[in-house]
Structure formats: structure tokens, C-alpha cells
């Protein structure tokens, strides 16, 4: 089992950079990591997601190029890097975990779900 905690939303300008941390409790190389969003009115979607190892990542065609997942096993966090932000990624962000296997997009294939950070980007 695994607790997951985000950090690092807040309030920024369009063209502005965060970074989003999500720190881990349990055996977090075990686990392949998620990012995902929700929107006011709209579905949880998939954001990015990185393999156990680090060693695959996967985007939304929406965020590729502009975010970068990446994760420190030694320190038990993933993280999101996002550049030039823009107004539609305002959403509240969430990191998602599921034992190490095949890496998925899908939201209802994690088990684990931290509570979130808002991520608000101004024009």
C-alpha cells in the first residue's frame, strides 16, 4: 500500500512554469506513477505517467512538450515539471500510483490517489 501527498500547485501567469512534487509512503519503486487532472465540470484526465524505473514516460498530447514527468526513487517522489503554462491546464492536479506493470494511461487502472493541487494559470 501506498500514501501519496502533492505539493507545489498555486497561482500563476500563462507562460509561467511550476513544478509539481507528489511524495510517497510504502515501497514507491514497486510502483508505476501517474499525473492527472480535473477540470471544474469536466473528467478526470490523464496527464503523464513514468514506468517504476524511470525509464518510460508517456504524455497527453495536450502537455507533451510543454511537461516533463520524471521521479526520485531514493527520495519516494514524482514529479511534474510544466512550462509554459497556460490557461486551459487550470485543474486540480493529481498524482496516481499502481503496482509495476504495464504502464497505463487509465485512470480506474490506480489504485492509490493523493488529494490534489490546484494549479491555477491566469491570462
Known amino acids: 500500500q501506498v500514501q501519496l501527498v502533492e505539493s507545489g500547485g498555486g497561482l500563476v501567469q500563462a507562460g509561467d512554469s511550476l513544478r509539481l512534487s507528489c511524495s510517497a509512503s510504502g515501497r514507491f519503486s514497486d510502483y508505476n506513477m501517474g499525473w492527472f487532472r480535473q477540470a471544474p465540470g469536466k473528467e478526470r484526465e490523464f496527464v503523464a505517467a513514468?514506468?517504476?524505473?524511470?525509464?518510460?514516460?508517456y504524455y497527453a498530447a495536450s502537455v507533451k512538450g510543454r511537461f516533463t514527468i520524471s521521479r526520485d526513487n531514493a527520495k519516494n517522489t514524482v514529479y511534474l515539471q510544466m512550462n509554459s503554462l497556460k490557461p486551459e491546464d487550470t485543474a486540480v492536479y493529481y498524482c496516481a500510483a499502481r503496482p509495476a506493470g504495464e504502464t497505463t494511461t487509465l485512470s480506474w487502472r490506480y489504485d492509490y490517489w493523493g488529494q490534489g493541487t490546484q494549479v491555477t494559470v491566469s491570462s
Open positions: 513514468i514506468s517504476w524505473s524511470g525509464g518510460n514516460t
